[in-house]
């Protein structure tokens, strides 16, 4: 573990002697004395550390040609690009085709993979030398992942997914849940971002529980989406575009949910914080200083709430894919019921 | 007006999710007091309902935020 933690050190060291812009907080943003609440959770295309930023390489596609730049400051420097109202623009005026650039969320989203990927591998091995597997398993680390784990597959995907399927999507179910908590937790960090606030990362994730939803649809699901038994006929045009409908907006739901529990988050951290302020400019500063001691003490509470919501979002994306999958990969012995949604409900009772 | 429709849509939301929310929290507590030994099941099925409630408000939330920002004027 050790030597795994120590070549990934080694990694990020040389990625940061490598790229040439590591610049130190610059002047001209010292001067900008709004808060901007929104962009303290979107995307960017810098790293925050603390004290400075990293400016992030560009790669950019306009005009069916690749541009690279070490940042967006090199590239307006280059003369090739200039900085619209909607980022960069080529100088002769064609929109940027492609936008392929390393962003802060994704910087992010690549350390919650690397994690993800590392505890487990590990803990893999561990398993196949049989410690865990024959004897107990040993150290705080392996016994947090067995917690874990188990969690995963006894109380979410044996519970939710039909029985003899349901192992086959454990792997899935397991690495969803910890990178989606490992990218909430970053959010918590001093200067981090959580990439999950980011509407295409949540709209990816909940486009391969789609993926897999409709893998593992069976005849029976099928039939329900198009041609729904039991109904009389007529009914039919009305539930068929309902049903196929559904199809979409459940996953569009499961997307929308984590990014906007997760924005929100943010926002309201630091829209609290910035009560400090308004209240200063308005009943002058010695208020809003005295009123601070308040809304900073809100604020760590609220910090202890976003801990909490981190690891429920991402126990309730977990659930909620596993309930999609097992909806879709049930069998049905009796057509008496009026809908899926219905059975599952009689299941959980 | 924009600030206006989103403050309003805000206290309508959380008018909403609270009324339900706390009909779901009302019924499991009921229930467990009534079964003691269902309480893990009932917990799941109040977790996943509750989840449902909260993705509709949040879809609310997120057009509110929409609103007071601007978007589409």
New interface residues.
């Given amino acids: 573990m050790s030597q795994i933690l120590r070549r990934v050190a080694v990694a990020i060291i040389l990625l940061l002697v490598v790229n040439p812009t590591v610049i130190a907080a610059d002047a001209s943003d010292e001067q900008e004395s709004e808060i901007d609440v929104v962009g303290k959770a979107t995307n960017h295309d810098y790293f925050e550390i603390p004290f400075g930023k990293i400016y992030l390489p560009r790669i950019l596609l306009a005009d069916g040609q690749w541009y690279f730049y070490s940042s967006t400051n090199s590239a307006v420097e280059s003369g090739e690009f200039v900085l619209g109202e909607e980022g960069l623009v080529r100088a002769d005026g064609v929109p940027v085709r492609l936008d392929m650039s390393i962003t802060s969320h994704l910087i992010y989203l690549w350390f919650g993979l690397l994690l993800t990927f590392f505890i487990t591998i590990w803990a893999g091995k561990r398993y196949r030398h049989g410690v865990g597997s024959k004897t107990e398993p040993k150290g705080a680390w392996q016994n947090t992942f067995e917690v874990l784990f188990v969690f995963i597959r006894d109380d979410i995907a044996k519970e939710f997914i039909p029985h003899g399927k349901h192992e086959k999507y454990v792997p899935y179910l397991y690495s969803i849940f910890m990178l989606i908590a490992f990218l909430n937790l970053f959010g918590l960090l001093p200067w981090g971002a959580a990439a999950t606030a980011n509407l295409t990362v949540t709209a990816i994730l909940a486009g391969i529980t789609f993926a897999l939803t409709q893998l593992a649809g069976t005849k029976d699901y099928w039939a329900h989406v198009f041609m729904f038994p039991g109904v009389p006929g007529w009914s039919r045009f009305i539930l068929t575009p309902v049903e196929f409908l559904g199809l979409f907006t459940k996953p569009f739901a499961l997307a929308i949910r984590l990014f906007a529990n997760m924005l929100s988050g943010k926002i309201m951290i630091v829209s609290i914080l910035g009560l400090i302020f308004i209240f200063s400019d308005l009943f002058g500063a010695a208020i809003g200083v005295g009123s601070g001691v308040f809304w900073v003490l809100l604020t760590a509470a609220l910090y202890f709430l976003k801990a909490l919501v981190a690891l429920i979002q991402a126990y309730v994306f977990t659930l909620l894919s596993a309930v999609f999958i097992g909806m879709a990969a049930e069998e049905h012995h009796h057509h008496d019921e009026s809908s899926v949604a219905q059975t599952k409900e009689v299941e959980l009772q | 007006m924009g600030f206006l429709a989103a403050g309003l849509g805000a206290g309508i939301i959380a008018l909403g999710a609270g009324i339900g929310i706390g009909m779901i929290g009302k019924s499991a507590t009921e229930s467990i007091a009534r079964q003691p030994e269902a309480a893990g099941?009932i917990r799941?099925?109040m977790?996943?309902t509750a989840?449902f409630i909260?993705?509709?408000a949040?879809?609310g939330?997120?057009v509110c935020?929409l609103l007071a920002?601007g978007v589409g004027q």
């Fill in positions: 099941d799941g099925a977790l996943l989840v909260e993705g509709v949040l879809i939330a997120i935020l920002l």
